[in-house]
């Protein structure tokens, strides 16, 4: 069985600057996916990004992207230039290939001050 | 993107009576959704699968009969809370896996559900 865990139920930064929100899992798959997603106050899930196990790069999205070390099963996710808008829980998820269920970590709640 | 409609926003109901929850893919077909509820400042529990024509799998744990689920079409889960208590508010939210060109999973809306 996979678990996800992210060990920081509340993260805080100040506008403009950057915060990394941690994540790490366990499996002995060798080709998954893992994902971040957004939950806002809406608390609509929204996918922030998405990183496919077998892609050594790294991937971004705007403000937006992941540190991701397979051989230590970390995901982190790191946030630039933080906007209020960015204030929200965080889930972390991993989905073996082949599964259509994902594994959500805890949470971490994000909140940036003004 | 692909888009999973969610239906009612909200709902109160008196304890005792049977609410319906309904789940629709909007432009894609999906054999498959995900029930999940997600109490407050928690993650999402797993409740069960809706599977096209066939019966939900449920989680262990999760009544059958309390939570009723139907999936009679490729773009319509519906989940029904009977004879709801209070211990049933919560929030439910559904889940819809696009089958090809995707990974990740389609979300709706949500359900904010309060029994009175």
């Known amino acids: 069985a996979q678990t996800v865990t992210q060990s920081q139920p509340e993260m805080s930064v100040q506008e403009a600057e950057t915060v990394t929100l941690s994540c790490t899992y366990d499996t002995s798959e060798n080709n998954y996916y893992l994902f971040w997603y957004k939950q806002p106050p809406s608390r609509q899930m929204i996918l922030v990004i998405r990183?496919?196990?077998?892609?050594?790069q790294n991937a971004t999205e705007n403000r937006f992207s992941v540190n991701f070390q397979k051989a230590a099963k970390s995901f982190s996710l790191k946030i630039s230039d933080s906007q209020l808008g960015d204030t929200a829980m965080y889930f972390c998820?991993?989905?073996?290939?082949?599964?259509?269920?994902?594994?959500f970590g805890r949470g971490t709640s994000l909140i940036v001050h003004p | 993107g692909a888009v999973v409609s969610q239906h009612p926003s909200r709902v109160i109901c008196k304890s005792g009576t049977s609410v319906k929850i309904e789940c629709r893919s909007l432009?894609?077909?999906?054999?498959?959704m995900f029930w999940y509820r997600q109490f407050p400042k928690k993650s999402l529990m797993l409740m069960a699968t809706?599977?096209?024509?066939?019966?939900?799998?449920?989680e262990q744990g999760v009544e059958k009969d309390k939570f009723l689920i139907n999936h009679a079409s490729l773009t319509l889960s519906t989940l029904t809370v009977t004879s709801a208590h209070p211990e049933d508010s919560s929030f439910y939210i559904c889940s819809a896996p696009y089958l090809t060109g995707h990974t990740e999973a389609f979300f709706g809306q949500g359900t904010r559900l309060t029994v009175v």
């Open positions: 990183q496919e196990a077998y892609k050594q």
């Open positions: 809706s599977n096209e024509g066939s019966k939900a799998t449920y």
């Open positions: 432009d894609f077909q999906a054999t498959t």
């Open positions: 998820a991993f989905k073996p290939e082949g599964s259509y269920i994902p594994t």
